[in-house]
């Protein structure tokens, strides 16, 4: 590849970064409850896209494609932690500094969302959060569309159930 091409490339995905980052951002915030994790698992989905940007053949697919990396990333991340906990006969009791109502309903909704399946939760990031169709959230997660509403379906069912559960 000639360095002409290449630094079109680099001027051009960093013209992408500018103009994505804070849909991205949010994105990846929706994907993992630490704001914090949520910025590293967005530049490891940024890096490992800018490796491949120049075979990206549609560049209108850019934000589909991303968001596919931070998903497969936090689930390659989600396995690897999963290896590292260590069962406790008690879980501790957990308190939420913030007192508010918003901040506490936020809190129970992304503990509630962390029972769901790394594949249920994706698919309700991408259609309630992200807005995105049931075909759009397909080609996204490289699945039938049939497959996207029976999986909302059942996590939805497991939130109400959770939620349920936390309220009694």
């Given at each position: 590849?000639?360095?002409?091409?290449?630094?079109?490339?680099?001027?051009?995905?960093?013209?992408?970064?500018?103009?994505?980052?804070?849909a991205?951002l949010?994105?990846?915030r929706?994907?993992?409850?630490?704001p914090?994790?949520?910025q590293d698992?967005?530049?490891?989905?940024l890096?490992?896209?800018?490796?491949?940007?120049?075979?990206?053949?549609d560049k209108?697919?850019?934000?589909a494609y991303l968001r596919?990396?931070m998903?497969?990333?936090?689930t390659?991340?989600w396995?690897?932690?999963k290896?590292e906990?260590l069962?406790?006969?008690h879980m501790p009791?957990?308190s939420?500094?913030?007192?508010?109502?918003q901040?506490a309903?936020?809190a129970?909704?992304?503990?509630?969302i962390?029972?769901?399946?790394?594949q249920?939760?994706?698919?309700?990031?991408?259609r309630?959060?992200e807005?995105?169709?049931?075909?759009e959230?397909a080609?996204?997660?490289?699945m039938a569309?049939?497959?996207v509403?029976?999986?909302?379906h059942?996590?939805?069912?497991?939130?109400?159930?959770?939620?349920?559960?936390?309220?009694?």
């Amino acid at each position: 590849m000639d360095a002409r091409k290449r630094v079109n490339e680099v001027l051009e995905f960093e013209e992408y970064v500018r103009a994505r980052h804070d849909a991205l951002l949010r994105s990846a915030r929706r994907l993992v409850a630490d704001p914090l994790d949520a910025q590293d698992l967005l530049q490891t989905a940024l890096l490992r896209t800018y490796r491949r940007w120049g075979s990206l053949t549609d560049k209108r697919l850019a934000d589909a494609y991303l968001r596919r990396v931070m998903i497969n990333t936090r689930t390659e991340w989600w396995r690897a932690r999963k290896l590292e906990e260590l069962p406790i006969e008690h879980m501790p009791d957990a308190s939420i500094g913030d007192s508010t109502e918003q901040h506490a309903d936020r809190a129970l909704l992304m503990d509630i969302i962390k029972t769901l399946t790394p594949q249920q939760r994706s698919v309700v990031v991408l259609r309630h959060w992200e807005h995105m169709s049931t075909e759009e959230t397909a080609a996204a997660l490289g699945m039938a569309a049939g497959t996207v509403k029976s999986t909302l379906h059942r996590a939805l069912a497991r939130l109400r159930e959770e939620l349920q559960r936390s309220y009694l």
